[in-house]
């Protein structure tokens, strides 16, 4: 059926793929800019971070920034960059209650 030193794939035309890609004039002008999105999800995931960090003690009941004043009123060293993010954006819940705040509803 197949000749020696046949493979299947010696049946197909090889194609050589160039190995360097030049990004086109309108590719350029579309590219991705870094978004104050990808800043938040920083944000986000340091808080997340804290969240489930159980060193600082437990999360259910009090804001963030009353966990972060406990856990620093105990000497546990929370990062100061997680309570200046809570207080630059004091208005939206999303950074000052924690992640568990969805959850207390359910049960």
């Known amino acids: 059926m197949y000749a020696k030193n046949k493979t299947i794939t010696s049946s197909f035309k090889k194609v050589k793929q160039s190995t360097s890609y030049v990004k086109t004039p309108s590719e350029k002008r579309h590219s991705p800019q870094p978004s104050s999105s990808n800043a938040e999800e920083n944000e986000m995931k340091m808080l997340k971070d804290f969240d489930l960090n159980w060193e600082y003690g437990p999360s ?3 804001s963030r920034l009353e966990r972060w004043n406990r856990a620093e009123k105990h ?3 929370p990062a100061p960059e997680v309570k200046q993010l809570l207080i630059t954006h004091a208005e939206d ?6 992640l568990w705040n969805d959850y207390k509803n359910i049960m």
């Open 75 to 77: 000497g546990l060293n």
């Open 60 to 62: 259910m009941g009090i």
């Open 93 to 98: 819940e999303r950074y000052t209650q924690c």
